[in-house]
């Protein structure tokens, strides 16, 4: 039984640079999160998708970031023009949709560090 | 603005003691509630869920929830020092996704 993964689980940037990010959910897994987490804060949501549609947006989701899931299987979430303030370990997470009470399960994350 | 609380410790307790954990949270429409254990450095694990008013237990772990006072509560029987970790407290809004408190730090002393 794989988990939810995620590559790369670290990146270093310069400010300014694009930087993409890969998810791959639980094989039978059809709702997919995105959310960012700080230095002593709990996770804070920012997108998610139900199969291929993004239902959902935080307004912490500038313009500078977007994310997909084609054909409902793995999401990417891109960042443009990275600035420092988006350091931080981006997660994501996989939940069913039938038979739960929407456990949400995280992969292990991607550390971005914008220099 | 939907909130969860957390007391951010540290909460220091000697092996083999019970740690108590506790949340508050602000929506009284909120449903389900989670409990997440994360290591420094790592993501985020579920260690239990729930629904129903009252206890639920799942090995050395209690979940208790209380919803006409809005809290929930996590008890760690016979804490081992590998149990030292942040705990997250979250719940479930309407849309799906988790709202998470800022988690308290737990120490256990050998």
């Known amino acids: 039984d794989t988990g939810v993964s995620q590559d790369p689980r670290h990146k270093i940037t310069k400010r300014g640079q694009n930087v993409t990010f890969r998810c791959d959910p639980i094989?039978?897994?059809?709702?997919l999160y995105w959310y960012r987490q700080t230095l002593g804060q709990g996770p804070e949501f920012l997108t998610y998708?139900?199969?291929?549609?993004?239902?959902?947006k935080s307004r912490l989701l500038s313009d500078r970031f977007s994310a997909e899931r084609p054909k409902g299987s793995f999401s990417t979430l891109e960042i443009q023009r990275t600035e420092q303030g988006d350091s931080a370990m981006y997660l994501c997470?996989?939940?069913?949709?039938?038979?739960?009470?929407?456990?949400?399960?995280f992969g292990p994350g991607t550390r971005l560090t914008v220099l | 603005q939907k909130e969860v609380e957390q007391n951010s410790g540290p909460l220091s307790v000697p092996e083999g003691a019970i740690a108590s954990l506790n949340c508050t949270y602000s929506?009284?429409?909120?449903?389900?509630f989670f409990w997440y254990r994360q290591y420094s450095g790592k993501s985020p694990e579920l260690i239990m869920f729930?629904?129903?008013?009252g206890d639920k237990e799942d090995g050395r772990f209690t979940a208790q929830l209380n919803k006409a006072s809005q809290y929930v509560s996590l008890l760690i029987r016979d804490s081992q020092p590998s149990d030292s970790a942040t705990y997250l407290c979250?719940?479930?809004?309407?849309?799906?996704?988790?709202?998470f408190g800022s988690g308290t730090r737990l120490l256990v002393r050998p």
């Open positions: 929506d009284r429409g909120s449903q389900s």
């Open positions: 998708f139900q199969n291929e549609a993004q239902l959902e």
């Open positions: 997470a996989s939940s069913p949709t039938s038979g739960s009470y929407n456990e949400q399960f």
């Open positions: 094989s039978e897994h059809n709702r």
């Open positions: 979250a719940v479930i809004d309407s849309s799906y996704k988790l709202i």
């Open positions: 729930i629904y129903s008013n």
